[in-house]
């Protein structure tokens, strides 16, 4: 059999959608393409096809493909799944061994650096997205072991996330999105445009994606050292409890996520469901935000009226509770509610207490109105932060959860505060709450020092970020 090849140039190819998904039958069998020694060649089912570059006189550029059906044995016997390989010639015709008994060596091309070894790194080029990767089902279900129960993660209302290894070693969350509400698919979609090409350091990295049938599945890069609830209510508190700088560390790197998401990308986008099982910690206790699945782009300027209510009670903003009205500063209120749940280590709601105490933002503004701000420092802090600190989180804390949305401060403005060695009001907007009638002076407060306590050795910084029970 004579197969014929004609050559694209690579401004051809370039020209070429990256994120157009190939379209392939999903009734075609998949094969793998190997490349091997014309001398080291062992012929197996399938087809042997001899391809002769005729722009080039060169024997070497004749290239030995063998097209083998389904799975391919390995050296020790396992099965690995074949899939389609997009190849391109190394930009320097380079080659293995002799002219006459080797081909030429081929790279895949790949949108990363070669600097910065990318997660996707020995997948399959074929299925490479501007911004990710296209997974098929099978190769989810081979990384999660067929969805094994050991391997679930965590459940949410729009699905099941289920940790997972890649054929290239790399560890994963896979997010299999649930059609349980008849939305799943547009969910998925928003999802998928929301944060695709979205990259910072605070934001957990979308890696790819899965469309096949019904299934509707994302892929997560893998952080392993927990989350901010089970560090300080749940499982993390096993290993000790968050240092304050930890917990400020945590709560900085959070802020930092949602002013980039707010501000530095257009449309912006609003989370809508912040909350400390949301914000994971890695290995060096940097914050990443994850669980877009509620997220909602919004074009500038602009705020959303939705049909539905999502987020989680006790987090969620009074205005978007009541009317629906959603805009960046519903995510702004979510952010103090968390910020108050790190300084206090309680619960936002937690019918366990005395009925004054069940509301945590309603206890906390009454204690600082009683003058009693130094007691709602969580107890399990061995280094208890300084008058200083302690005051700017709570003034940080308390400005977000403003109950008319218009006064809390932007995302930005929340990361210059907990930044800041200063007093974390600016001068206008004191004078402005100055001569507002009624409203509770924070600042005015004697109960707050400026004693800043920062040379006590009990209060520095632990490198580990927790200390020990």
């Known amino acids: 059999m004579c197969l014929t090849s004609r050559k694209k140039s690579r401004r051809a190819r370039d020209k070429i959608p990256l994120?157009?998904?190939?379209?392939?039958?999903?009734?075609?069998?998949?094969v793998r393409v190997e490349q091997v020694s014309a001398e080291e060649f062992a012929p197996r089912d399938g087809i042997l096809l001899t391809i002769h570059d005729k722009s080039s006189e060169k024997e070497s550029d004749k290239v030995l493909v063998h097209l083998g059906m389904g799975k391919v044995k390995n050296g020790d016997n396992s099965?690995?799944?074949?899939?389609?390989?997009?190849?391109?010639?190394?930009?320097?015709?380079?080659?293995?061994?002799?002219?006459?008994?080797?081909?030429?060596?081929?790279?895949?091309?790949?949108?990363?650096?070669?600097?910065?070894?990318?997660?996707?790194t020995g997948l399959p080029e074929f299925s490479h997205l501007g911004w990710g990767h296209w997974f098929t089902l099978r190769d989810l279900d081979l990384a999660t072991n067929r969805f094994a129960k050991d391997n679930v993660l965590g459940e949410g209302g729009y699905g099941v996330v289920y940790r997972g290894q890649l054929i290239?070693?790399?560890?994963?969350?896979?997010?299999?999105?649930?059609?349980?509400?008849?939305q799943a698919e547009k969910e998925f979609r928003v999802e998928v445009e929301a944060i695709g090409h979205v990259r910072h350091k605070n934001l957990v990295r979308l890696l790819g994606y899965c469309i096949e049938g019904t299934h509707r599945m994302l892929v997560y890069e893998y952080v392993n050292n927990g989350n901010l609830e089970q560090w300080l209510h749940g499982a993390m508190r096993q290993h000790g409890y968050l240092t304050w700088e930890a917990r400020v560390k945590v709560l900085l790197g959070t802020a930092k996520a949602l002013a980039y998401l707010h501000e530095a990308?257009?449309?912006?986008?609003?989370?809508?469901?912040?909350?400390?099982?949301n914000i994971l910690i890695d290995d060096e206790f940097n914050a990443k935000v994850s669980d877009f699945g509620l997220a909602k782009l919004l074009g500038a300027g602009k705020?959303?009226?939705?049909?539905?209510?999502?987020?989680?009670?006790?987090?969620?903003?009074?205005?978007y509770a009541?009317?629906?009205?959603?805009n960046e500063k519903s995510d702004v209120y979510s952010f103090g509610v968390l910020l108050l749940e790190a300084i206090?280590?309680?619960?936002p709601v937690d019918y366990g207490r005395p009925t004054h105490e069940v509301n945590l933002v309603d206890w906390l503004k009454m204690m600082v109105g009683s003058r009693r701000s130094e007691e709602v420092?969580?107890?399990?802090?061995?280094?208890?932060?300084?008058?200083?600190?302690?005051?700017?989180?709570?003034?940080?804390?308390?400005?977000?959860?403003?109950?008319?949305?218009?006064k809390r401060p932007k995302m930005s403005q929340v990361v210059r505060m907990l930044e800041s060695e200063e007093y974390p009001i600016p001068r206008e907007d004191r004078r402005h709450r100055r001569n507002q009638a009624g409203s509770m002076e924070i600042e005015s407060q004697k109960e707050f020092s400026d004693t800043d306590r920062s040379d006590n050795p009990d209060s520095r910084s632990n490198s580990r970020g927790y200390q020990r029970t």
């Open 19 to 30: 994120t157009q998904i190939p379209t392939v039958s999903k009734e075609i069998k998949e």
């Open 265 to 277: 990308i257009e449309p912006k986008v609003v989370h809508r469901d912040i909350k400390s099982s």
């Open 168 to 182: 290239n070693g790399t560890p994963v969350a896979v997010k299999k999105i649930l059609n349980n509400l008849g």
């Open 303 to 319: 705020s959303h009226v939705t049909t539905r209510v999502m987020g989680t009670f006790g987090y969620v903003a009074p205005e």
């Open 322 to 326: 009541n009317t629906g009205l959603l």
């Open 79 to 120: 099965s690995q799944s074949g899939s389609f390989h997009h190849l391109e010639k190394d930009g320097g015709g380079s080659q293995s061994g002799d002219d006459s008994g080797k081909v030429t060596v081929y790279k895949p091309s790949s949108s990363y650096p070669i600097t910065a070894p990318s997660p996707l």
């Open 344 to 347: 206090t280590g309680r619960d």
């Open 377 to 406: 420092v969580d107890p399990n802090i061995e280094a208890r932060p300084s008058t200083r600190a302690l005051k700017r989180a709570l003034l940080t804390a308390l400005r977000c959860v403003d109950p008319d949305s218009e």
